[in-house]
């Protein structure tokens, strides 16, 4: 088992409300209708012993008052309606202790207290009856010796994504991680154990931590009643639904045990539920009684409980039992004839979604037309509890609209594409023979053009130059045969005369770094252009 020392001098707590005052609202379950005609009946329910939730019903294993047979209810939450019911053949599914609804899948999933223990899976539609699993003895060793331990009476599951976590009723207890598959037909497959430590019996209740569901919180049905945490550490990166081979399960610390005020026990942790900074646990006592347990973190970042706060639901004998979370509000299940579920609001603090800044945008996707451009945020705290949830982490917009492609078959008349070309288009006529010229001024409009370095268009040879080609009056090409000129790789211009051919007054330059040209006036004393 992994131990760790605990600094309490790095300890941090967002949270010092206060505990009592708290709004209560209890109904009775009467429990008289149901969907189905053929379980129809007045029967109240009695011993509430498991409870979850989706967005619309709560569901829950009770035991029927009259029949003493065990029972699972759906009931609308928002109105306190019974809307379906299902009667347990103990034989076929055993003596069910645990619930949990995998909303994805559209599954029931309970747990049975049986020899050995283990999972039966329900369509959550209509509670048909699909697949059933028998978890597999422990190994530990005990005074130098292996000793296999009974995997007996599941009574608490929690599942995520395609996982379970099952706890047993069980001296140590144990806890079991269950591949559930992807629906309510699919076979279980069990994945690994952990028993905790001697003498820690009877786990009644685990919660997932809703912002790091890589650790387990467990609730012992002991006196005093305690919690401990037991890390999934195969879920290091927060998916706890991934499936892996290896996939040891290993202890967090001592745990915390519950005492009141006054130093008096508090026993029996029947029921769990986590928010962003606190553990709630019902506690099955006489009277009922709810503890709060500040969550802080260590150094390393790993959870640590301590200053367990006590609530008492009522002066008279419920005993609490299963609990569950919604929103702002805690729904605790009583065992009492008939059962209670009392709605405690004001307990859980709505947390909002916290992001880090958008990242700069990333380049745009193409150089010209629309292209798409994106930034990213990071997540720091996921909204829980009813706060603002998370929205999306990436954000794009269009890009480079506005930019005109260049031709397919590139410029002609030997521009350029470019946006940097002269705002007007210039003549060698606007410099010849005059000794000023209009300013030039960059334009921003991409496009085949004269660049700023070349901004002046020479008719006679369809090219751009620059002023002082202009000014030199050439007007036509000279003839390759009596003169040629090339560019060298370090775009030097080089040029070749021949001999016999009398060339007077021509200018070789270069157009583009890849080009050059001669411009002359005669050619054997006859002028050309």
Request: hydrophobic share 35%; net charge negative; glycine share 8%.
């Amino acid at each position: 088992m992994q131990m760790i020392n605990i600094n309490t001098a790095n300890m941090k707590s967002n949270r010092t409300e206060g505990f009592n005052n708290l709004n209560k609202n209890t109904k009775e379950v009467g429990l008289a209708m149901s969907l189905d005609s053929s379980i129809a009946d007045d029967h109240p329910m009695t011993d509430i012993t498991a409870m979850d939730q989706d967005g619309l019903y709560l569901f829950m294993t009770a035991y029927d008052a009259a029949t003493e047979e065990p029972v699972m209810v759906k009931i609308d939450k928002h109105h306190m309606q019974v809307m379906s019911k299902y009667k347990f053949d103990i034989a076929l599914d055993g003596t069910p202790f645990a619930l949990q609804v995998d909303v994805e899948a559209n599954m029931v999933v309970t747990g049975h207290g049986s020899s050995p223990g283990g999972l039966v899976k329900f369509s959550a539609h209509n509670f048909q009856r699909h697949r059933k699993l028998d978890l597999p003895s422990v190994q530990v060793v005990r005074d130098g010796a292996t000793v296999s331990l009974e995997a007996n009476d599941v009574r608490t599951i929690i599942t995520k994504g395609s996982l379970a976590y099952c706890g047993t009723n069980t001296d140590p207890g144990q806890i079991h991680k269950v591949h559930m598959g992807v629906s309510a037909t699919d076979a279980f497959t069990h994945h690994s154990a952990i028993a905790l430590n001697q003498g820690e019996k009877s786990i009644m209740a685990m919660m997932l931590d809703p912002l790091h569901p890589e650790f387990i919180y467990v609730g012992l049905f002991s006196s005093p009643g305690k919690i401990v945490i037991i890390h999934d550490t195969n879920a290091a990166s927060g998916h706890a639904e991934e499936y892996k081979e290896d996939n040891p399960l290993v202890r967090i610390g001592n745990g915390v045990e519950l005492y009141d005020g006054e130093g008096h026990p508090v026993a029996n942790v029947d029921g769990l539920a986590i928010d962003n900074s606190y553990v709630y646990a019902s506690c099955d006592t006489t009277p009922a009684k709810v503890v709060r347990v500040s969550k802080l973190h260590d150094a390393d970042g790993n959870p640590v409980l301590s200053s367990p706060e006590v609530l008492s639901l009522s002066g008279g004998n419920d005993m609490a039992g299963a609990m569950v979370a919604s929103a702002t509000t805690l729904f605790v299940g009583t065992e009492t004839l008939p059962a209670k579920v009392v709605a405690l609001s004001g307990v859980l603090k709505a947390v909002d979604c916290d992001y880090s800044e958008w990242s700069a945008w990333s380049p745009c996707s193409v150089t010209c037309e629309t292209g798409v451009r994106s930034r990213n945020r990071t997540i720091f705290v996921h909204g829980v509890n009813g706060g603002e949830e998370c929205g999306d982490t990436t954000d794009e917009e269009d890009c480079n609209e506005l930019v005109v492609c260049p031709p397919d078959e590139g410029c002609s008349d030997g521009k350029v594409w470019t946006k940097t070309g002269s705002t007007i288009e210039l003549q060698c006529s606007d410099v010849y023979p005059a000794d000023n010229s209009p300013v030039i001024t960059p334009g921003e409009e991409q496009k085949c053009q004269c660049p700023v370095d070349r901004p002046y268009w020479h008719g006679s040879i369809n090219k751009c130059v620059d002023r002082s080609t202009c000014e030199k009056g050439y007007v036509a090409e000279c003839p390759t045969s009596a003169l040629t000129c090339t560019m060298s790789s370090t775009n030097v211009l080089k040029v070749a005369r021949v001999s016999t051919v009398n060339i007077t007054d021509y200018h070789c330059f270069s157009p583009r770094s890849d080009d050059c040209l001669c411009l002359c006036k005669s050619v054997n004393n006859t002028v050309i252009g």
